[in-house]
């Protein structure tokens, strides 16, 4: 008897037996467009579209960096690309890069009067002036900032509002349209970056998507900003790891300046150097 209540109790106690199985916990970090959401960065949706919006925690602002990404492309890559982080700390502005189309040509880039492709600039528009509303920005700076398709509609947005603009940097990205379809007689600075080994957007363009050599595109805005025919020459350093130097050409007497940067042994895409990039651009910040 002593030795089957012995057995049952044995028994009983096995059955009481509990296995603890942890579960793991999964946090969702939030992210605006692929790129991780802090407490610095946001997601503002417009018209069905989002962009990416960086402030740091200083109150008032001293303008906007807008961020134009190419196609295929994103507006985390393009961020990337100029260090939008950087440059807007650097000059307190608050850093917004929006979504493009999702196909094609990643905007609606195209400067053509006969055209009614305006909703990226309708969009554009409604978006900065959102952002200006709301961010506490104490001027009315604007510095654009575009990247092969981003560069064609940082051209487009130079036709079509250039007196909201302070200056324009596009890296492998030239107009595209019509010429006589930008009618604008108001001077904006420029600074363009180029490869002339550049095949995906070739420096002497294609009739094939309307785009314009880098050369025509330059003497648009050479003339539009009265500057003189000759220019300066000086060498900086190169923006890729493999790229040894880039010549940068400044006209003369211009109302707002014009500046191309010929890289050299650049391909379209790129592992650029935001740093060399900004130590050739930055004196853009300086414009009054």
């Given at each position: ?9 044995d ?12 579960k793991e ?7 605006c ?7 610095k ?5 417009i ?9 740091d ?10 961020f134009?990404?190419g196609?295929p ?5 393009v961020?990337?690309i ?7 700390t ?12 999702v ?21 554009l528009t ?22 092969s398709?981003?560069g ?5 947005l ?10 324009i940097v ?6 595209r ?7 604008t007689?108001?001077?904006l ?7 002339t ?31 003189d ?5 000086q ?13 940068t ?25 935001s740093?060399n990039?900004?130590?050739?651009y ?7």
């Open positions: 008897m002593t030795s089957l209540l012995s057995a049952c109790g028994g009983g106690g096995s059955s009481e037996e509990k296995t603890s199985v942890s916990v999964i946090v969702e970090v939030p992210k467009l692929g790129s991780k959401i802090d407490d960065t946001s997601c503002l949706e018209s069905n579209r989002k962009a990416i919006l960086y402030k925690n200083k109150e008032t602002k001293d303008g906007i960096a807008l134009l990404h196609s492309g994103s507006a985390n890559k961020m990337g100029f260090d939008a982080k950087m440059i807007a650097q000059h307190n502005l608050v850093a917004v890069s929006p979504e493009g189309i196909s094609g040509w990643g905007w609606l880039s195209v400067n053509n009067s006969a055209s009614n492709e305006n909703s990226d600039v309708e969009y409604e978006l900065i002036t959102k952002v200006r509303s709301e961010g506490n920005i104490n001027t009315d700076k604007l510095y654009i900032f575009g990247y398709a981003g064609f509609m940082a051209y487009r130079a036709c079509a509002m250039p007196e909201k603009i302070t200056s596009s890296l492998a990205g030239q107009f349209g019509n010429l006589d379809a930008c009618e007689s108001t001077p600075a420029i600074h363009h970056f180029h490869s080994s550049d095949d995906a957007v070739p420096y002497n363009g294609r009739s094939l998507d309307s785009i314009k050599s880098v050369d025509d595109t330059i003497e648009l805005w050479r003339i539009n900003n009265g500057c025919i000759d220019e300066n020459s060498e900086h350093v190169g923006v890729t790891a493999n790229s040894s130097k880039t010549i050409l400044t006209y003369n007497n211009c109302l707002a300046s014009v500046t191309l940067s010929k890289m050299s042994f650049v391909p379209h895409e790129a592992e650029y150097i740093q990039l900004y130590q050739i930055k004196y853009i910040f300086d414009t009054k």
